[in-house]
């Protein structure tokens, strides 16, 4: 039972901090936070600070959680998605929790579910 | 689509700090922190403060999701469990990340899966 693979627990406080790479191992950026279905208690989305300099200029981009896969030997998340498509994707303020309306949550989706399955294009 | 339900979406940063009430609406404790399944990102347990004054003598308890039912009116979760189950189930120390061996989890399953389905009793 799923239930029972304790060894793949890990606490949301943990999941904060793990390194994001790419198909190639660079590291694009960091998860900061988890966002979760409130009632179902399925993360949907991991919240990566990628970019800027010591903290400075960083960007918050909401992933699909179904983009996310944890690899063991690199001891974090393998995306399959390039610097390019994380450039022009919606970013997220953390700050302002107004930002999360259900209009913003379809912006991500499409935005992922057209980028995920065609070339990185703007969306500028 | 569940993914769709943007206004049930919340960062686990949130759920960390939200009230537990029982049945009565008795508050019960706060949440801490969530316990995630590392691969599929469902979360299993909720940890709970509860107990002590002004953060001494506190204990952590992880409860198991599926116990949690987010009432909105209250702004908070509600469980089916009593301050006497509480005081005897299985606690946890954040600071000793090794304490979630295979049969740690075990222990809590175990705990709650008799105690939600019989009266409260002690496990000393």
Known sequence: MAE?????????DKVEGTAVY???????GTVDDVMLDKVSGKALYAIMSFGG???MGEN????????LTYDPNQGGY?????????ESAPTY?????????????????????S????????RV
Chains 1, 2 share one sequence.
Do not use: M
């Open 4 to 12: 029972r693979e304790t060894s793949s627990v890990i606490s949301a």
């Open 115 to 122: 980028s995920r399955s065609t070339a990185p294009r703007s």
């Open 93 to 113: 303020d953390p700050a302002a929790s107004s930002t999360w309306t259900p209009e913003y949550g379809r912006d991500i989706d499409d935005y992922w579910s």
């Open 78 to 86: 393998v995306v399959e998605l390039t610097k390019e498509q994380l």
């Open 53 to 55: 300099f010591l903290g």
């Open 22 to 28: 790419d198909r190639s191992g660079n590291r694009l």
């Open 60 to 67: 918050h981009y909401p992933l699909p959680w179904s983009s």
